[in-house]
């Protein structure tokens, strides 16, 4: 059963920005902090940031002051804004809370 969902991804040049979606089912939102993370080819999954059930945020150091948690608790939806994209923050980005399995994730790719 798939309980978070990614979508989002897609191709940006240095310097540019996207941003990604996750969508949660209900019970696993209001109760557990998400976060999320990121898998380059050939490396380990890596912390990216985590959004609170009070809202507050926390991130690595690698992206902090470029990309923001936020969430839409209404529609159980959390959103990580990447802005001043670096080739380095290519990888498949994933969201989890609650322990859940790991899913798809959605591939970021930047390049010039």
């Known amino acids: 059963q798939v309980r978070l969902e990614e979508s989002g991804g897609g191709s940006a040049q240095p310097g540019g920005s996207l941003r990604l979606s996750c969508a949660a089912d209900?019970?696993?939102?209001?109760?557990?902090?998400l976060g999320w993370y990121r898998q380059a080819p050939g490396n380990q999954r890596e912390w990216v940031g985590t959004i609170f059930t009070d809202g507050g945020t926390n991130y690595a150091d690698s992206v902090k002051g470029r990309f923001t948690i936020s969430k839409n608790s209404g529609q159980n939806t959390a959103y990580l804004q990447m802005d001043n994209l670096k080739s380095e923050d290519t990888a498949v980005y994933f969201c989890?809370?609650?322990?859940?399995?790991w899913g798809q994730g959605t591939q970021v790719t930047v390049s010039s």
């Open positions: 989890n809370s609650g322990g859940l399995p």
């Open positions: 209900r019970a696993i939102f209001g109760n557990y902090a």
